[in-house]
């Protein structure tokens, strides 16, 4: 499908392209149409596209007349053009929540609609308008129009957030559910809500105050010292913690570990979680064994990521010893019950290097690690 992209260099049209490149097997031709593009070559676009995706808009201009001439006049250029070309495709066009208010963008995002519905009931295209709230994800311009983009981009920098009302509550769409909706009507007919514009399901929409979204982003810049994650089960938390790590200067996407280590190797923290335990990396040397404890609650996984181990068990109210071999040659998990004291030896040449998951975090004060011989 031949698709004309307005606003291609903004936040929406780079998600949207990017997107649509991915779908290799659709072999969309995309023209890209900004700033830059001359009125020649937005005739040409208007004669040859089957479908327009309208995001060019100015919402932060030097001078407040630029609403109107870009927000307005320009797309009644483009509209000017396609009539022109009797090209009646379907026009997706990106407007506002505020487009029921009374400020110089709001006008104009309102005049922009009827000008698209006068053309649409003249021509019988396809309009399919669009009142976005707040959308948030990779490539939003900070200090622009998403306030996400600005608290990321200056946390992630350690600069300092200005917040003038901590209790506002703020409506967000995430940017990959938005392109979601954009995309499916291209193969879909699908019907505006009872007011005539396009929204996107409640369940796409979070909800949160500024001094919540600031705890929360300011909470995953301190993870890197604490080694936590978020819980990803919640589909906002997931879709913000995706977003603030976007914003990362390049220089600093890598962080350090603290290693401990002793004459038989190391044992090193990776991740901690509250709803799903612990992750770590065990390195042993040579002949080394280590473990020879038990635990009561805290169970964990074994991986053997390199070389080549022997871990045995023994049911602390049993004599007999189980033995299992393992090696990254092979890869499999040993699981280590609870009530089983246990060791892990280091049977090969080169170092041991074993992935761990705990059912829970470490605690110094209460380690629920009793240390009792295999054999």
């Not at 900004?34 to 676009?45: A, F, G, N, V």
């Not at 201009?61 to 307005?72: G, M, S």
């Not at 600093?252 to 190797?265: A, E, I, S």
Request: charged fraction near 25%; hydrophobic fraction near 35%; glycine fraction near 4%.
């Amino acid at each position: 499908m031949k698709i004309l992209v307005t606003g291609s260099s903004g936040f929406l049209g780079k998600n949207l392209i990017a997107r649509l490149k991915a779908q290799k097997e659709e072999n969309h031709i995309i023209y890209k149409y900004d700033t830059d593009t001359s009125k020649d070559q937005l005739m040409e676009y208007a004669k040859d596209c089957e479908f327009v995706f309208y995001f060019a808009a100015v919402h932060r201009p030097k001078k407040e007349e630029e609403f109107h001439q870009i927000n307005v006049l320009l797309f009644e250029d483009l509209i000017a053009l396609l009539e022109k070309q009797q090209n009646n495709c379907p026009i997706l066009y990106t407007s506002s929540i505020q487009a029921v208010q009374n400020t110089p963008y709001a006008k104009s995002k309102r005049e922009a609609e009827d000008v698209l519905i006068k053309h649409c009931e003249k021509t019988g295209d396809k309009a399919i308008i669009y009142r976005l709230t707040n959308t948030f994800g990779k490539w939003a311009t900070p200090n622009h129009h998403s306030v996400v983009a600005t608290f990321c981009h200056n946390i992630t920098r350690e600069l300092e957030i200005q917040i003038d009302n901590p209790d506002h509550s703020m409506d967000f769409y995430y940017i990959d559910d938005v392109i979601d909706s954009f995309i499916s009507h291209l193969y879909t007919d699908k019907n505006p809500d009872s007011d005539g514009f396009y929204r996107l399901d409640n369940k796409y929409r979070y909800t949160t105050t500024l001094k919540e979204l600031a705890n929360k982003l300011t909470e995953f810049h301190e993870f890197r010292q604490t080694l936590s994650l978020p819980n990803t089960a919640d589909s906002f938390t997931k879709k913000l913690y995706s977003t603030y790590l976007s914003y990362l200067p390049i220089h600093t996407f890598h962080y350090p570990l603290t290693m401990h280590t002793d004459d038989r190797g190391s044992f090193t923290e990776i991740f901690k979680t509250p709803e799903q335990g612990q992750f770590s990396i065990n390195v042993i040397k040579p002949g080394i064994k280590k473990g020879e404890h038990y635990h009561n609650t805290k169970c964990e996984k074994f991986l053997v990521v390199s070389g080549s181990a022997l871990i045995q068990f023994r049911k602390i109210d049993s004599e007999e010893v189980v033995n299992y071999y393992a090696s990254s040659e092979e890869l499999e998990v040993i699981d280590i019950p609870v009530g089983y004291t246990h060791n892990i030896m280091n049977i090969g040449e080169e170092d041991l290097v074993t992935l761990i998951w705990a059912n829970e975090v470490f605690q110094k004060e209460n380690p629920d690690t009793y240390p009792l011989p295999v054999e």
